[in-house]
């Protein structure tokens, strides 16, 4: 079946720091990759996606690459800010693409 | 503004109360969704819809219902909820579901949430 892993939280950087959070995905086919977003008391956003092996996602300075031979989607940015602080999701979109699959969520703070 | 409104936004009642939460969009979008977000297991999805009629059974289906008589509204309704469907439900639509180009790389866009509360 179809299922995302994502590295656990929380997390905790300092300003300007290099952030990864790591996501693997099991699935049949080929399946779209996305990182959601999601601000205390909001819906989630998508912050990017990629929808073919060795695509590369790109948003805000955020950055991810659909590793189809290591089945990942690692989500980096070079240079944190406060405002990045929020929980991130990896999810990915079955074959048919009507069925979606998320990982549990990554919470980060970003400090001073 | 477009946008994906939930109503209630929270709702605390009992065991057996059949409760229905509302979702309305007005992006014109076909695929409509909702999920339910729980501590440690991160977003389930539990019905979607790819068109008005069209209905179909995510990962969490069970003891849930919905419809899709309209294609701006998509209500989740809980003919008799239990404690272990509380919850924050979130309601989603998108362009188009399916695959292709039209398909599944297009953007969910959620509603703020619907924080649930069975007694």
């Known amino acids: 079946g179809n299922s995302v892993t994502q590295m656990e939280g929380p997390v905790t950087l300092s300003e300007e720091a290099f952030l990864t959070i790591n996501c693997t995905y099991t699935a049949t086919g080929y399946p779209s990759l996305f990182w959601y977003v999601q601000y205390p008391g909001e819906g989630l956003q998508l912050l990017l996606k990629?929808?073919?092996?060795?695509d590369k996602g790109s948003n805000k300075g955020f950055e991810a690459t659909y590793r189809k031979e290591t089945t990942s989607f690692h989500l980096e940015k070079g240079s944190v800010q406060v405002s990045d602080s929020a929980v991130y999701f990896c999810?990915?979109?079955?074959?048919?693409?009507?069925?979606?699959?998320f990982g549990t969520g990554t919470s980060l703070t970003v400090i001073p | 503004e477009a946008q994906v409104t939930q109503n209630p936004r929270y709702l605390i009642t009992v065991t057996g109360k059949k409760l229905t939460v509302t979702c309305s969009q007005n992006?014109?979008?076909?695929?409509m969704s909702w999920y339910r977000q729980d501590p440690g297991l991160g977003l389930r999805q539990i019905y979607y819809s790819m068109n008005v009629e069209v209905t179909d059974k995510g990962d969490v289906p069970e003891g849930y219902k919905v419809s899709r008589k309209e294609k701006r509204n998509f209500p989740l309704i809980l003919e008799s909820p239990s404690p272990n469907q509380t919850s924050l439900y979130f309601c989603a639509s998108s362009f188009r579901g399916g695959t292709g180009a039209m398909g599944s790389n297009q953007p969910q866009h959620f509603g703020d949430g619907t924080r649930l509360s069975i007694l």
């Open positions: 990629a929808t073919k092996a060795d």
């Open positions: 999810a990915l979109s079955g074959n048919t693409g009507n069925q979606f699959y």
């Open positions: 992006m014109n979008h076909e695929y």
